[in-house]
């Protein structure tokens, strides 16, 4: 089973960058597909971005363009680089992971993964 850590999270104002990582523990990252998802006030948890074990990426239409997942295995740690970023992108943010074998985007939109990070906060502020 593995732990995962997010750190990196803070206040940044619009049009501003952040990287937030995942520091994954007790199982080796490469195991794992590796996605990171978002919760907004009074809104639901939302999927981000995610990368595969073979290192493909895909991302929520919202985010396409400015937000870049990148996973360093060696390192057992995930980033979500977010560039141009907007008040909207305001959130608690999520890293998590997966071992089965990739399922689908549209899968973990509705479902979520297996193991969850309690989070790390970036406010956008206008």
């Known amino acids: 089973q593995v732990q995962l850590v997010e750190s990196g999270g803070g206040l940044v104002q619009a049009g501003g960058s952040l990287r937030v990582s995942c520091a994954a523990s007790?199982?080796?990252?490469?195991?794992?597909?590796m996605g990171w998802f978002r919760q907004a006030p009074e809104k639901e948890r939302e999927f981000v971005a995610v990368v595969s074990r073979s290192d493909k990426k895909y991302y929520t239409d919202s985010v396409q363009g400015r937000f870049t997942i990148s996973r360093d295995n060696a390192k057992n740690t995930v980033f979500l680089q977010m560039n141009s970023l907007k008040p909207e992108d305001t959130a608690v943010y999520y890293c998590?992971?997966?071992?089965?074998?990739?399922?689908?985007?549209?899968?973990?939109?509705?479902?979520?993964?297996?193991?969850w990070g309690k989070g790390t906060l970036v406010t956008v502020s206008s």
């Open positions: 007790g199982r080796a990252l490469s195991t794992y597909i």
């Open positions: 998590a992971a997966d071992e089965r074998g990739y399922l689908s985007t549209n899968y973990y939109k509705r479902n979520g993964m297996n193991y």
